[in-house]
């Protein structure tokens, strides 16, 4: 149904003449004539008589006016649900407990007036469909692939490097260590049962254990943070690697340690990735906040990143 023909019919219903409703629409009378016209025409009845004052409403004008009215509505309802700032800011964050997360709940505390959407996809594919498809404005996600070689109007900034860490249980070899380098974990065995191969934090962490001659393990289920906790505190084998920002609460018992990786550094880059075309405001919002975030955030030692990220 052509919703101008109905606003024109609710204009002239409620100004009792053609000519106002032409006024009132900036139109000319013709085109509101035209517009009537065509909306009986459709409905198969007449929805006005028209007497020489102007023009009265018949039964079923009478009839159709609340549906017409309430059609009005819901159309400007829809028009406002996706119109640009009137609607939460979707982004994804890989998980809730991880260091974008932490870049986000920063944010908010910023701009509180800022609504947020938050998602959680599985990888950077999936995360750069659904920018491309528009169901989501952006997303915190390493990037594996020189800007260049983006999908055409997808952008992308390096927000964020994060560090990463070593995590062992009380009798681990190293768990009284205040730092150790990269090269000291030769040798040791660590378990990371969420590397799915193919995904972003499998490449980083692939290239991180190729570099320093580690073995990382990622053999076994993913139960989740709970279970690799337990089990890396009930054994002196084995430790994980976590970012410094990844939200990790244990059991006093546990007595878990996490040892601060130097010499170099290796973190973790964290990229913003949005549409290019994206006319949401508080994307722009979001990309200023991380462009000034707290300088105590970055890393001034010497670090390590991926070659792609170089």
């Not at 409403?57 to 649900?81: N, V, W, Y």
């Not at 599985?122 to 528009?134: M, Y």
């Not at 594996?144 to 055409?152: E, G, I």
Request: hydrophobic share 45%; charged share 25%.
């Amino acid at each position: 149904m052509d919703l101008e023909a109905v606003r024109t019919f609710v204009t002239a219903a409620e100004t009792g003449r053609l000519q106002d409703a032409a006024t009132t629409l900036s139109v000319t009378q013709q085109a509101v004539s035209k517009r009537v016209a065509a909306l009986e025409k459709e409905l198969a009845v007449r929805l006005f008589t028209r007497t020489p004052r102007g023009v009265r409403l018949t039964i079923d004008g009478q009839a159709f006016l609340p549906h017409a009215r309430a059609l009005l509505d819901t159309a400007e309802r829809a028009m406002a649900s996706v119109r640009p700032g009137s609607r939460a800011l979707r982004v994804d964050v890989i998980g809730r407990r991880l260091g974008p997360a932490a870049l986000l709940r920063g944010f908010h505390r910023a701009c509180p007036e800022v609504e947020l959407d938050v998602v959680t996809l599985f990888d950077a594919k999936e995360a750069l469909a659904a920018i491309r498809s528009g169901t989501i404005d952006a997303s915190f996600r390493a990037v594996t692939v020189p800007a260049r070689r983006l999908p055409d109007g997808i952008d992308a900034a390096r927000v964020h490097d994060e560090p990463v860490q070593l995590l062992t249980g009380p009798r681990h070899a190293l768990a009284t260590a205040r730092a150790v380098t990269p090269a000291q974990l030769a040798g040791h065995r660590i378990w990371m049962p969420g590397l799915v191969a193919g995904t972003e934090w499998a490449s980083y962490y692939d290239e991180f254990a190729t570099e320093f001659g580690l073995t990382i393990e990622a053999t076994g289920p993913d139960f989740g943070t709970d279970p690799l906790l337990d089990t890396i505190a009930d054994t002196p084998l084995l430790a994980t690697l976590v970012g410094e920002q990844t939200r990790m609460v244990w059991p006093t018992d546990q007595d878990l340690r996490r040892i601060t990786l130097r010499d170099p550094v290796p973190v973790y880059p964290h990229s913003l990735i949005w549409r290019s075309d994206n006319p949401h405001p508080a994307l722009a919002r979001l990309r200023t906040y991380l462009d000034s975030a707290d300088p105590g955030l970055r890393v001034d030692a010497e670090t390590w990143v991926p070659h792609w990220a170089r």
